[in-house]
């Protein structure tokens, strides 16, 4: 099973500079891609399972960016943005494509469990979490469908604000208002709820 944390390695300020010498490395012999797919491997694999029904759909969704980045590699600019939002970016238009015909939607039970921590022999607090965990996926699904796939790229998929704003071509302060308007409703609605 992939393990989200096993991903994220680098501290945020140093991934772009790493990566831009990766990519420099790939696009001079595309074996050296290997670390560049190791490195975002399990990042985009979960955010392709917020994407799809199956987890065999985003292992094979998974496959397709990763060929599709190799062959476009050589196109990739890095003063366009950080390779990680460029990524992101064919791991999300491939998601579109794959679900052409249909809404896409992002099902809050695809989360992570590292992410959702809950003490197993604490039967009550895991009852509570469950209650809890309802509540947000009510929620969380009542959200547009382009609101739920920021809060994914920003919680699953780990992007920052500013490569999440490359991605959908926004400013980074615009972004992190947006998210911080989508997290703040989910709050109230939350507790207006409970």
Known sequence: ML???ETLPLPDGDRPRADADLVSASQADPTAFGALYE???DRVFWYLLTRTDTAVDAEDLLQIVFLKALDALAQYRPEKGPFSAWLFGIARNTAATFHARRLPTVAWDLVPEILLPVDEHDLEARLLRQEDLSR???LFGRLDARK???LVLRFVAGLTSAEIAC???K???ATKKQLA???HTLKEHYHDHA
């Open 167 to 169: 991605m959908v071509g």
């Open 181 to 183: 308007r989508i997290l």
């Open 39 to 41: 490195r975002y491997r």
């Open 136 to 138: 947000l996926r009510l």
């Open 148 to 150: 739920r796939e920021l």
């Open 171 to 173: 400013s980074e302060a």
């Open 3 to 5: 393990r989200v944390a």
